[in-house]
């Protein structure tokens, strides 16, 4: 009967943050006392989907933030609840919590562990205190590996651990301490991202932090160093920005960037379902009082057409490690692949970048590729990959 259904991934937003990071331009608020109120709400909008039941088989479950980890271990059994009465969910499913080190205790854990929780993603971003004060992060390093070993204790064992670099003042010295720090605790997985600094936070409306962060050259050169760094200790990169050990990747991600479907819940969260985007606004009161009342909490509604959805899985696809599978690509969208693209990607598989010893492009047994080279230059080089207009 499973066969028959159509996959999905589902997204939960929890927008709560004990206070907002320096660098952080996701949708959270502040107001704690409100999170009974959310979560009634949140079970109302994940409810209205009932009659999808009988369509959809839920693969996998991410609750993100914001800070998941200020709700307590009965209210997130309440939201994941919520989930299975109102969708068939797989036995095997993937069901990924984010959480700060600073709010984590032991009945929290076992809390969520018990509410079905089988994957963690705890954000460190740094192992040096400095760093992390910098951030304006609530936690210490110490605080951090206390949470890790009591995750372990409760029976998590499958945990991400999500790290930054190209941060203000950071040197290679200091982000090799980090990296040698996390993979000594051999977590499953690990989430390496660089530093964007948006106009509108406090880091970008700050100079003096503006001036620290390391220039193009070097943050290339940390990426670069890091990738060869995690590889050696077992940590094989799959995507521009994770890596992990064998059989322990993200599986909703990845659903993500093969293009498969998902449902977000909650302000600010996305959605890509029954062939459209659409978005919810980032509105807290209007979410509380008109949980089921999409219109009203609609802030993009865009049918996606075919060329939208071929362009949206090169993009996503060229973000993988293995990159595009041409025969796949063929199968779902009735073109050929190297008959659209091959003259736009060539000059990447001959010219390397001056200094390089490598294209920016590997053409594969199944199709193509970034090459580590290229990933650095991915937003750019996809631009023109998948511009149509003549230059």
Known sequence: MDKKLEKLGIYIHIPFCVKKCAYCDFYSICDLSQIDAYVKALIEQIKSYRSERKHYLVETI??????????????????????????KVSDDAEITMEANP??????????YHNAGINRLSIGLQSADNAELAMLSRIHTK???????YLARLEGFENINIDLMYALPGQTRETLFRTIEYVTSLEPEHISFYGLTVEPETP???????LQKIPDDETQNALYLDAIEKLEHCGFLQY????????????????NFWHGKEYLGFGPAAHSIFKGVHFSYAKEFLN?????????????????L???ALEKQYVMLGFRLKGGIDVKEYNKRFGKDFDEIYFERIKPFLDRNAPEADEPYIIKTKTGYRFSRKGFLLSNELLRKILDDEEE
Not at 203 to 209: K, S
Not at 239 to 254: D, I, Q, R, T, W
Not at 287 to 303: G, H, N, R, S, V
Request: glycine residues 10%; negative net charge.
């Open 62 to 87: 991410y609750i993100g933030g914001g800070t998941p980890s200020l709700l307590s271990g009965a209210q997130m059994c309440e939201i994941i609840r919520a989930v299975y009465k109102t969708f």
């Open 102 to 111: 600073g709010t984590l205790d032991t009945e929290k854990l076992a809390g």
């Open 142 to 148: 110490e605080d951090f590996e206390s949470s890790f």
């Open 203 to 209: 880091f970008g409306q700050n100079p003096e932090l």
């Open 239 to 254: 995507e521009v920005s994770n890596f992990a050990k064998p059989g322990f990747e993200c599986k909703h991600n990845l």
């Open 287 to 303: 979410f509380i009082a008109f949980p089921t009342d999409k219109d009203t909490l609609y802030q993009e509604f865009e049918k």
């Open 305 to 307: 057409d075919d060329d």
